[in-house]
């Protein structure tokens, strides 16, 4: 055997940064700069989604019909990086890693055959402002994270990750080299419909009981073991075997 190649693709609300409100704030003054309502109170519920599905979502809250709002989504988008942007410091004075983050991206950074990198349903710009105002985009290779702004659903994103880091990188990784970390029920529904694996923490929204359930390849209350965890991702194992 050679070196274990291993693809992993982090998600980034929940389970490596919580942004704080400002992140979910930047959405309602994206749409009231679009439409010139405020959609305040909303209560769409943003866990797992991605952010173009968020966004949609909100202008159905405020009656706008799916024509309507498919129109105005683009410029919500455009709004919402611009926003989330003007609230950099917000998200790094109310924001944090998680726990274990910090220790653990540097030691897979470490692992020969390993590449990180993130899927998640922020926009691309929004994802590299989260990660980068806690400084772990050292550790990821984020040209060839899988994003909202690749696909409304994110289902569809741990092949365009692939295709990402094949064409950028010219690394060939099979769905079985892929491990999707992630924090709700969605994470693990795009990493199986990618034929990934998945572990799930319970850092974000999801109680470790909620996620214990589901079937993922291993649960975790959060990733401070990092030796353990680290291990786990890095193993030859079948999936479903624990670390
Ligand atoms: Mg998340």
Redesign the pocket.
């Known amino acids: 055997m050679g070196v274990r190649r291993r693809f992993i693709l982090w998600?980034?609300?929940?389970?490596l940064v919580s942004a704080g409100p400002a992140a979910r704030d930047a959405f309602d003054l994206a749409v009231a700069a679009t439409v010139g309502r405020s959609p305040h109170g909303h209560g769409v519920e943003m866990?797992?989604k991605t952010d173009p599905q968020i966004a949609m979502e909100i202008l159905a809250a405020l009656e706008l019909s799916e024509g309507e709002a498919r129109g105005h989504l683009p410029v919500v988008l455009r709004s919402l990086e611009e926003e989330l942007q003007t609230a950099a410091d917000l998200v790094r004075e109310h924001g944090r890693v998680m726990p274990g983050i910090g220790t653990l991206l540097p030691e897979l950074h470490a692992a020969a055959g390993v590449v990180q990198s993130v899927l998640?349903?922020n926009l691309e710009a929004n994802a590299r402002l989260k990660v980068g105002t806690f400084g772990l985009h050292r550790w990821l290779d984020l040209d060839v994270g899988a994003y909202g702004s690749d696909d409304q659903d994110r289902s569809r994103l741990v092949p365009v990750a692939l295709a990402k880091v094949r064409d950028r990188r010219g690394i060939r990784f099979e769905p079985g080299d892929v491990w999707v970390v992630?924090?709700?029920p969605?994470?693990l529904a795009c990493a199986r419909a990618g034929g990934a694996r998945c572990l799930l923490v319970a850092t974000?929204?999801f109680g470790f009981e909620e996620l214990a359930g589901l079937g993922a390849d291993a649960v975790l209350s959060d990733v401070t073991e990092t030796g353990a965890v680290a291990n786990l991702l890095l193993s030859d194992g079948e999936a479903g075997s624990e670390g």
């Not at 998600?11 to 389970?15: A, C, H, I, K, S």
């Open positions: 998600d980034v609300d929940g389970t866990s797992g998640t349903g992630g924090d709700t969605l994470d974000g929204r």
